[in-house]
């Protein structure tokens, strides 16, 4: 087959076919790559050579700087000591420690941990558990899975049956037969330009109770929302919006999950989101920034009630049948405790805290552009909504993000016609000013 990528490239052109591309518009990217070939702290190098502020942290991973020098010595050791163990029947000291040093930063009781290998996979466990959990205690009648408009959830079955991006479920219509959906909480109309937590919307959680009485609650095993849907540009919750949530789940003894998969690990400001909203989930789904992306790796809290109504029966039968034969990697564990540590001793969590107002008032000060119908933003998190081509949706993003890359030397993401920041948490309160002010002279046309 033909290689695009060649015509522009010429004779010494990279073979670029083979690779499917995932979630990218894989024609157009390898006519016009967008390649990165190294990083260090807060910068990717391009294939260009030119130096690119990382505007996204990867893909929400790298909070703690790339090329860190802890974490690149913590796994660099673990590879000569222990390359891979089984984490059926065996496992290894590394998984045990990590385990007992995140139910330590959770909140509450959520004092177990159960590894996956990615974001997708955290989120078809707690639902797996979920299940599992019901019918331990006699309540297997509770099949019935809540998610919610909008949301992402990875891209398992279990995930994208309760997600809620259209073009995710599409074109896989064998999804799990039993889930229902809450409405979405984006309110343009009524929250436009506001920082933080939404003031409207608390009432949407609400839908939850109208499932309660369609369904029968009883009927209910558990609800699944990002504390912040950051895939559909970054939706802050409405005041009081989970807290409410809560209440139902407790009233109908429904289990709440908190899928963190990007919210986990100080893109909020804390640990958790679950913290900072001051909302007790009884999991929550992690990934990315626990391992700082450097070696894949996922996994979900469990709260000590959930966990204990497994651990009936013979102690010789296996409690809960699943699991990966990757789950505990050695290498993604070293990952995990020294990513940790770059959180604890160098106080990350406090500096993505005090970057976050700066971080505000410098998204927010592109408002009054005339082609910004919208901007969002909580934590170290942002988007803008740029005015769509109604002939070409996305285009205008896709515009912006291609001149962010080659002109502006900016990683950054888009989704739709929504503009993406997410810039890891050891950046300076300069390179923020820098980032939006380079957006800021894109959208007005001019180039450098
Ligand atoms: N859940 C949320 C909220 C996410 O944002 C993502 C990925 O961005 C996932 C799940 C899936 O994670 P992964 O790509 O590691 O499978």
């Not at 591309?21 to 990217?29: D, G, I, K, L």
């Not at 089984?86 to 959520?110: E, I």
């Not at 690990?265 to 391992?291: N, T």
């Not at 996305?394 to 993406?420: C, K, M, N, P, S």
């Amino acid at each position: 087959m033909s290689n695009p990528a060649a015509a522009t490239y010429g004779r010494n052109a990279p073979d670029l076919a083979a690779l499917w591309m995932p979630f990218t518009p894989n024609r157009a990217t390898k006519a016009a790559p967008t390649r990165l070939v190294s990083a260090d702290g807060a910068f990717y190098i391009g294939e260009d050579g030119r130096k690119k502020f990382d505007g996204v942290s990867g893909l929400w991973c790298s909070g703690a700087g790339h090329n860190n020098p802890r974490i690149r010595e913590a796994v660099t050791r673990q590879l000569k000591e222990l390359d891979f163990a089984p984490s059926f029947l065996f496992g290894h000291p590394a998984a045990f420690d990590l385990a007992t040093r995140l139910a330590k930063a959770a909140p509450g009781d959520l004092e177990h941990v159960f590894f996956t290998n990615s974001g997708s996979e955290a989120v078809d466990t707690a639902l797996k558990i979920a299940l599992a959990y019901h019918q331990a205690r006699g309540e297997g009648q509770r099949t019935l899975l809540v998610g919610r408009e909008r949301a992402f959830h990875g891209v398992g079955f279990g995930g994208v049956s309760v997600g809620g991006m259209v073009a995710n479920r599409r074109a896989f219509q064998n999804l799990l037969p039993r889930t229902a959906h809450l409405r979405h909480t984006y309110q343009p109309d009524l929250n436009r330009f506001q920082i933080g937590e939404h003031e409207h919307g608390i009432d949407l959680a609400d839908d939850l109770q109208r499932l309660c009485d369609l369904h029968g609650g009883e009927t209910v095993a558990a609800v699944i929302v990002e504390p912040m849907a950051g895939s559909t540009g970054i939706l802050p919750p409405p005041v009081g919006y989970l807290k409410r949530l809560r209440e139902i789940c407790d009233r109908h003894g429904i289990l709440l999950i908190f899928d963190e998969v990007i919210t986990a690990f100080g893109r909020l400001g804390e640990a958790f989101a679950a913290a900072r909203f001051g909302v007790l989930p009884d999991m929550i789904c992690f990934a990315k920034g626990v391992s700082n992306g450097v070696v894949p790796l996922g996994g979900v809290m469990i709260r000590k009630g959930v966990h204990d109504a497994f651990m009936t029966g013979p102690d010789w039968a296996i409690e809960l049948f699943h699991g990966y034969t990757y789950s505990g990697h050695p290498l993604a564990m070293a990952a995990g405790m020294a990513t940790q540590d770059c959180y604890e001793v160098d106080g990350l969590y406090a500096r993505a805290r005090a970057l976050e107002p700066v971080f505000a008032k410098h998204i927010m000060a592109l408002r009054d552009h005339p082609d910004v119908t919208d901007i969002r933003t909580v934590g170290l998190a942002g988007a803008i909504d740029l005015k769509p081509d109604p002939a070409a949706p996305t285009t205008r993003a896709r515009a912006a993000f291609l001149r962010a890359f080659h002109e502006q030397d900016l990683v950054i993401r888009y989704t739709g016609d929504t503009l993406v920041f997410a810039p890891p948490l050891i950046s300076t309160e300069e390179q923020i000013a820098d980032l939006f002010g380079k957006i800021g002279r894109l959208l007005h046309g001019a180039a450098g």
